[in-house]
């Protein structure tokens, strides 16, 4: 039996997102912001039509463009004929016809996602007119790439049940792009100046969040044991002058823990209409709170596990509840 209509968009749209985040990984591929530009657009252009064919009960017309020809007094025709493409087939609306589609209805795009695929429509648009990634767009393009494939994953499984979080995993080595804080001295050209200032002002437009989506995420290197044979090596030291400096701080610990339980409450409350307080939410809290994926346990004295303790919870916890409460 084949899959529904829509379901073969979402296959796509994986599809074209799984080859952008490959091409992005490859060290040597001198054109990797803009390629992942284009094909993550497409992706997401794929996954959006997929969202508005299923409200559609796959009705392959909501994909499709209209328009009027004229009459023979001059005038527009009332009645609407299909557009056709060079070829000759049936044009289908663009990625932003999509995102208008959706507004104004239980499913539309969240303003940083929004944000998000702007920014990566300037790489791509602005790339035709031959503007070069240079060490601080490359910056940019990065932490764009890290948002776009995150607001991706929650989205696929928010509204198709996909989860790709295993699947998608955005792999950026510090060697591959220079951090270059002086812009300045460092873009060379009036375009390019002008391209990453368009994109700073996109993610600067959407303010810090606490919430699930973002336009740019900030990629911070962080050391963890792993006994996996694949886990990269690094080696301690305080002898080598020239050895690259890491810092650790309790906060970088918590980073991926925000909320405490007042918190975790509020957010709650915030983003469920039917969101209490009682027997039912608890049940469902208890098992998150031994589980690190959700939550994480902070001792007063480390040394004293049996001693004062508090837990911090993990915004995947969201996904969780999400299965158990409605959305505001």
Not at 175 to 203: C, G, N, P, Y
Not at 260 to 275: E, G, I, V
Not at 305 to 317: C, D, E, I, L
């Amino acid at each position: 039996m084949r899959p529904k209509f829509h379901l073969r968009f979402v296959d796509k749209a994986t599809a074209a997102l799984t080859s952008a985040v490959e091409v992005y990984n490859k060290p040597s591929f001198a054109y990797r912001e803009e390629t992942f530009a284009i094909l993550a657009l497409n992706a997401w252009e794929l996954l959006l039509k997929a969202k508005v064919l299923r409200e559609a009960n796959d009705a392959i017309r909501s994909l499709r463009v209209y328009q009027s020809r004229k009459t023979k007094t001059g005038e527009p025709s009332k009645k609407q004929y299909l557009k056709l493409n060079r070829a000759g087939n049936a044009q289908s609306i663009s990625l932003w016809a999509c995102v208008i589609r959706l507004d104004g209805t239980p499913h539309q795009l969240p303003a940083e996602v929004k944000g998000n695929l702007e920014a990566l429509t300037a790489i791509r648009d602005n790339s035709i007119h031959y503007v070069t990634a240079s060490a601080t767009l490359s910056r940019q393009a990065q932490e764009l790439a890290a948002a776009n494939v995150k607001n991706f994953t929650i989205l696929a499984k928010q509204w198709f049940k996909r989860d790709m979080s295993a699947a998608l995993s955005l792999v950026l080595p510090l060697s591959f792009v220079a951090i270059a804080d002086d812009l300045d001295s460092v873009v060379v050209t009036q375009d390019e100046r002008r391209l990453v200032k368009h994109l700073q002002d996109l993610a600067a437009a959407a303010g810090e969040t606490d919430g699930e989506f973002a336009v740019a995420v900030r990629l911070q290197i962080k050391l963890e044991k792993s006994r996996l044979a694949s886990a990269s090596k690094v080696e301690l030291t305080k002898g080598d002058p020239t050895a690259v400096k890491i810092a650790i701080t309790e906060q970088d610990a918590l980073a991926n823990y925000p909320w405490d339980y007042p918190a975790l409450c509020k957010k709650l409350s915030d983003r469920y209409t039917d969101f209490k307080q009682d027997t039912k939410f608890h049940e469902l809290r208890r098992p998150l709170g031994g589980n690190q994926r959700y939550s994480k346990v902070r001792y007063l004295d480390p040394n004293k596990p049996q001693g004062q303790k508090k837990t911090f919870w993990s915004s995947n916890v969201l996904s969780v509840f999400d299965q158990h409460y409605t959305r505001a």
